[in-house]
């Protein structure tokens, strides 16, 4: 059974960090596709983050970028999500997700739909 449990999330002022962490299990594919998206009140889920397991690859979204990085240890099977410089439209639910597909068809736009995620951890930034 695939598990993912998200960490980290919080309560912080404008221009702090947080560090997100996803605890996967269960799960083994040499074409891992994961990621991390979010979903703010009233608001469509949006990838924030991936990371294309064996092939190194990573994209952040424009808005990320700078701030965000995600990176993954293999031996923990950990997801992590290190953000920085943290602002008001950055508060969303932050949830991780991943399944095994081509490294062509792991773009920022399919994470949210990846077959498996966790229950998120909340991201709340105030000004």
């Known amino acids: 059974q695939v598990q993912l449990v998200e960490s980290g999330g919080g309560s912080v002022q404008a221009g702090r960090s947080l560090r997100l962490s996803c605890a996967v299990s269960?799960?083994?594919?040499?074409?891992?596709?994961m990621g991390w998206f979010r979903q703010a009140p009233g608001k469509e889920r949006e990838g924030v983050s991936r990371?294309?397991?064996?092939?190194?690859?990573?994209y952040t979204a424009n808005h990320a970028t700078g701030r965000f990085t995600i990176s993954q240890d293999n031996a923990k099977n950990t997801l992590y999500l290190q953000m920085n410089n943290l602002t008001p439209e950055d508060s969303a639910m932050y949830y991780c997700?991943?399944?095994?597909?081509?490294?062509?068809?792991?773009?920022?736009?399919?994470?949210?739909?990846?077959?498996?995620r966790g229950q998120g951890t909340q991201v709340t930034v105030s000004s």
């Open positions: 997700a991943v399944d095994s597909r081509p490294m062509s068809s792991c773009t920022l736009s399919v994470i949210p739909a990846l077959k498996y």
């Open positions: 990371i294309y397991i064996g092939g190194g690859s990573v």
């Open positions: 269960g799960f083994t594919s040499s074409s891992t596709c």
